[in-house]
């Protein structure tokens, strides 16, 4: 059996099957020896039969890129109806109107991207508290979705205070509470181009993910276009005293030799990887010369394949005038090869896509963003292997 099959119910998955904090986990089960729990199968609502029909074919679903429970979407795609008032719409408004529709499209799991809802929707606006995780628990139990991970908290300051630990560790709570493997956030772990700051970058997120990874969760850092440019390591110094040039590394590349890869994970963002393929192609070697260097986001992933449990499934038309390469449509109508990258990075049962369009929200078509998620739903659900 390879660390990429279907999860076992390891004592973390039934913990977070049951919605507790590992130190009350632990402490419950000290007692409790040679007991045979199952865990309840995730998914078992409305999408269940919608999934189980799609797989009726001669395969049994076996073609299928992203299976059935693997289909996520981060609900920052459909922010607006999470934060729409349900006095004032007929429209699905708030978290547990969305999670009922989004079960509806087909999907099974969800990633967050915070904690806030309208005031009005039922349980208040606020639900980042151990009270709020269990009720968003229930409701992703009521319509069979699972929370697969969440843009949480990160400490800022470095070194950490105790009162940035105590936070971090108040957000792993919720974490587990919920019952999602991941916590993360949706920034890149530093924002300059020099290997000094991805040093402490990389002391930083390392200890997180020690304590995370002892709370049972895998921390992960989801990245933008700017983290797959080259790094500064060497080459004449500037009057800063700052390399100029690069050895050829990319600052994400450098980041995962530095951190521990049984504790800190990555999130590819696949349409800005694609931008970074796009933007940062060439860059000055340390003797002066200008090299080319073509970035291969799934060979990334392939090189690294454990490190990468989470993948937003983002898609873009190409347009070598917007300044990014691509723009942003919904996914599945765009020119990224999505059945070429997953077939590429493989261990479909160990990933986790989450489909996403930062600019699903409308202004003017207040349901476009739940039409989108629809959309993408049903054209990841048909990407095939060739045969």
Same mark, same amino acid.
């Given at each position: ?14 913990? *977070? ?5 590992? *130190? ?5 089960? %000290? ?15 409305? $999408? ?23 289909r996520g979407i981060i609900l920052y795609t459909v922010r607006d109806a999470i934060a729409r008032d349900p006095l004032a719409s007929d429209?699905? /408004? ?18 967050? $991207? ?8 039922? =349980? ?32 800022? /300051? ?11 560790? *108040? ?19 530093? +924002? %300059? ?8 970058? $990389?002391?930083?997120? +390392? ?6 990874? *002892? ?32 050895? =050829? ?13 049984? /504790? ?28 080319? +260097? ?9 090189? +690294? ?7 937003? $499934? ?7 005038? /917007? ?43 207040p349901g476009q963003s739940l039409d989108f998620a629809r959309i993408g739903y049903q054209n990841l659900a048909a990407l095939r292997a060739?045969?």
């Open positions: 059996m390879t660390a990429f099959n279907d999860e076992a119910v390891t004592g973390d998955a039934l913990r *977070r099957t049951l919605g507790v904090s590992r *130190r009350r986990f632990l402490s419950t089960c %000290t007692a409790v020896t040679g007991a045979a729990i199952a865990a309840p199968v995730f998914g078992a609502g409305p $999408a269940l039969a919608q999934d189980r029909a799609q797989a009726g074919g001669h395969d049994h679903g076996r073609s299928a890129l992203v299976p059935p429970h693997k429209l699905p /408004s708030g978290f547990r109107e969305v999670f009922k529709q989004l079960s509806r499209f087909g999907y099974h799991q969800v990633e967050f $991207a915070g904690y806030g809802q309208h005031a009005n929707a039922a =349980g208040g606006a606020d639900l980042g508290t151990v009270q709020g995780a269990k009720l968003l628990r229930s409701w992703l139990d009521e319509y069979g979705l699972r929370a697969q991970g969440s843009h949480g908290y990160i400490p800022p /300051s470095w070194p950490l205070t105790t009162a940035d630990r105590d936070t971090f560790k *108040r957000w792993l709570e919720i974490a587990n509470i919920i019952g999602m493997d991941h916590m993360g956030t949706g920034a890149d772990p530093t +924002n %300059t181009a020099y290997r000094a700051d991805w040093d402490v970058a $990389a002391e930083k997120w +390392n200890t997180l993910g020690a304590i995370a990874c *002892r709370e049972g969760i895998k921390l992960y850092t989801h990245n933008h276009d700017a983290a797959y440019d080259f790094l500064l390591d060497g080459g004449p110094l500037d009057a800063q005293g700052r390399p100029t040039r690069s050895s =050829g590394i990319r600052k994400l590349e450098y980041f995962l030799k530095v951190t521990d890869r049984k /504790s800190v994970y990555l999130e590819l963002d696949v349409f800005w990887a694609h931008v970074a393929q796009y933007k940062f192609h060439t860059y000055t070697a340390h003797d002066g010369s200008q090299r080319e +260097n073509v970035f291969d986001p799934a060979a990334l992933v392939q090189r +690294n394949s454990a490190r990468f449990p989470l993948f937003h $499934a983002k898609d873009g038309v190409v347009n070598p005038q /917007s300044g990014l390469g691509y723009d942003m449509v919904p996914f599945g109508t765009g020119d990224i090869d999505y059945r070429r990258f997953f077939t590429r990075v493989g261990a479909k049962n160990y990933r986790n896509p989450m489909v996403e369009q930062d600019n699903a929200p409308s202004t003017t078509v060739r045969h």
